[in-house]
């Protein structure tokens, strides 16, 4: 469990941290320190997670974690099948299917809170996505990412 919320955090605070970066969530998480590290979405982050970890049922914290990560590797296999243009859709039908498998194992309340976090967290993007992103090509911010973009490459 220990090693699934490390990875969790690392996961979710660049995730946070690019989608600010392009626009796509407001830019104060984006700012970093001295040494070039996001430490805002990190230390949010870990008090959230230390919060809900301390505020709910343990069993609860980590059956909402599984179907999360779970969920994201079937989107991953699913992305691989669907992209990718050579053979070899073995490996990622097998993690679709065992990850799936896997989701089906856990209980109703779990998968009623898992839609209800998606539902929500698609709303929220869906929202903020068309006025503030930098990378669409309408948005008043967009040369903003392309100088962004240049100065990375």
Request: charged content about 10%; overall charge neutral.
């Amino acid at each position: 469990m220990l090693s699934v919320m490390l990875t969790f955090l690392l996961g979710v605070t660049h995730l946070w941290f690019s989608m600010s970066r392009d626009g796509l969530l407001p830019g104060w998480f984006a700012k970093t320190d001295r040494h070039g590290t996001g430490q805002r979405v990190t230390r949010i982050a870990g008090i959230a997670s230390a919060f809900l970890a301390g505020a709910f049922p343990i069993e609860a914290v980590a059956d909402l974690t599984n179907i999360g990560i779970l969920a994201a590797f079937v989107v991953a296999c699913l992305a691989v099948i669907i992209f990718r243009l050579h053979f070899m859709p073995v490996i990622p039908a097998f993690g679709l299917l065992a990850s799936g498998f896997l989701m089906l194992q856990l209980l109703w309340e779990t998968w009623l809170r898992f839609a209800v976090w998606l539902v929500v967290s698609l709303a929220i993007y869906f929202l903020l996505r068309p006025q503030a992103s930098l990378m669409i090509p309408d948005s008043p911010r967009y040369d903003d990412g392309m100088v962004f973009l240049h100065w990375t490459n």
